[in-house]
């Protein structure tokens, strides 16, 4: 099956938890289930930051995880920083949390629930005195396919992470800016 036929990009979409509680990301999208059905919640969510702190946007970021009870996969955080001229990046997914017993020693710890664990976080800042050029650390960017699609990819027929090279978050930082950068 191609990829392009098996996601479905929610853009978006408002999502109601079952609390209550609604969301709607800067950009959603979720694999297509068997028939072509929407799943309810999507597994990668974007948000972009302009005016809004990192710490405003990591609570959102909490939300996304826990309201869905865990269906998102993945949300990826974008805060675009007008005072240096440059886009924050930063990957979450949901890892294990180990709860420690009463009594036991720091070996040996339960097993927790879920909590969103920092993955990777990309930088990506204006050359000062040259508009357009764009210096990046942490690259690449990777969402990987098993979290995106839930299930793992068919490398034969080409099907693989999603890698967003130094060049590829280069030249995606002219347009942010463009477009979000004066509001």
């Known amino acids: ?21 609604v969301k709607e990301g ?15 919640w999507p597994t990668l969510v974007i948000e972009i930051g302009r005016s ?13 995880f826990r309201e869905s009870e865990d269906a998102v996969e993945m949300v990826v955080l974008v805060k675009l920083c007008r005072d240096d001229h440059s886009i924050l990046v930063e990957k979450y997914t949901e890892g294990p949390v180990a709860v420690q017993r009463p009594g036991a020693t720091t070996t040996r710890s339960a097993r927790g629930g879920l909590a969103p ?24 960017l990777v969402l990987e396919f098993n979290l995106l699609f839930l299930r793992q990819p ?4 080409g099907e693989r992470d999603i890698v ?7 030249r995606a ?9 004066d509001e």
């Open 164 to 170: 967003v090279d130094e060049h590829g978050l280069q």
């Open 52 to 64: 809004q702190p990192l710490e405003s946007l990591r609570m959102v970021m909490g939300l996304w």
């Open 154 to 157: 068919d490398l034969a027929i």
């Open 26 to 40: 800067d950009y959603t999208g979720a694999p297509l289930l068997v028939g072509g059905k929407i799943r309810r």
């Open 117 to 140: 664990v920092l993955r990777q976080r990309v930088t990506i800042r204006e050359v000062a005195g040259r508009p357009l050029e764009y210096k990046v650390s942490g690259a690449p």
């Open 173 to 181: 930082a002219a347009p942010t800016w463009a477009e979000y950068g």
């Open 1 to 21: 099956m191609n990829v392009d036929e098996s996601w479905t990009t929610q853009g978006s979409t408002t999502h109601k938890a079952p609390s209550g509680v």
